[in-house]
């Protein structure tokens, strides 16, 4: 049997309001609810467009506009002048979404060159309030997805790249190694990068509970950052008992990988299904 859905009179004009819920229907009878029609004349626009007010009183379309509107003819918006003089009245001042910049205002004020300076100086303010603990991504991983690598799963493993996902392969499994994640909070790694800010850093995995290893190319292993990670990665292990290993695994044959892909047992991101099946399995 179909129950009844609930319904109630407006306070105000009495109309009959009709509820899919119980739940809207005794929120609404608490608070003394209006109907639609009600709610809408009260909350108005105080500006009333009727009659003088409206910005069309005392003008008439052409005869030639008015057959082009009842034609649904859109010929008139695409004239050059339509586009023109519609560019001029949304320009400037005349857009909705017009703001004036703070730096213009310094520009007005000050002159370009104290404008310039003040801009210098709230770029350097802004860069360095999100610097270390002020970044919103401070001691946090990567969120999935993140970063340039081809990424997706191999048999429930996420991978960020084919390095990754060739060393789980080739070392981990192979080796039958016992590993885990390293994109976990208590092995976070903290660095002071080249610019002087604090950062967090994390490896790749912790491989038989000794070692903490980072997959990478060789050609990065030596850049600014990367050296500051590794010294960083270094001391920390050594108050932990581990050892720090940077890999530089070979990724393996597009065919092994097209094999993996074919079989189910890759799964790729979103993203990286299309450029894959685009690149690969055309």
């Not at 799963?153 to 080796?175: A, P």
Request: net charge positive; hydrophobic share 30%.
């Amino acid at each position: 049997m179909k129950m009844n859905l609930p319904q109630r009179s407006c306070p105000k004009c009495k109309r009959m309001i009709h509820y899919h819920h119980w739940s809207s229907f005794y929120e609404a009878r608490k608070k003394a609810s209006l109907c639609k029609h009600c709610s809408a004349k009260g909350n108005a626009s105080k500006r009333d467009y009727k009659g003088k007010n409206n910005p069309f009183w005392g003008k008439i379309h052409t005869a030639d506009t008015i057959a082009k509107i009842q034609m649904g003819d859109q010929s008139i918006r695409q004239t050059r002048a339509y586009r023109q003089r519609t560019s001029k009245q949304c320009s400037g001042s005349g857009n909705p979404m017009y703001r004036i910049s703070v730096y213009d205002k310094w520009i007005e004020k000050y002159g370009k060159e104290e404008a310039d300076r003040r801009w210098r100086e709230k770029a350097l303010k802004t860069s360095k309030q999100c610097s270390g603990m002020g970044n919103p991504m401070y001691g946090k991983p990567a969120p999935k997805g993140s970063g340039i690598g081809w990424k997706g799963w191999y048999k429930g493993w996420f991978f960020r790249s084919l390095k990754e996902l060739s060393y789980m392969i080739n070392v981990i499994e192979r080796g039958n190694h016992k590993w885990k994640s390293a994109e976990s909070q208590d092995l976070s790694v903290r660095f002071i990068n080249w610019e002087g800010h604090e950062r967090t850093y994390r490896a790749d995995f912790l491989i038989d509970d000794i070692e903490l290893v980072e997959v990478k190319p060789k050609k990065l292993m030596n850049t600014p950052t990367n050296q500051a990670k590794r010294d960083a990665a270094i001391a920390f292990c050594a108050t932990r008992g581990y050892r720090y290993v940077v890999e530089d695994a070979p990724i393996m044959t597009n065919d092994e990988i097209t094999r993996l892909w074919q079989t189910k047992m890759i799964v790729f991101t979103k993203q990286y299904e299309k450029m894959f099946r685009k690149r690969y399995a055309a």
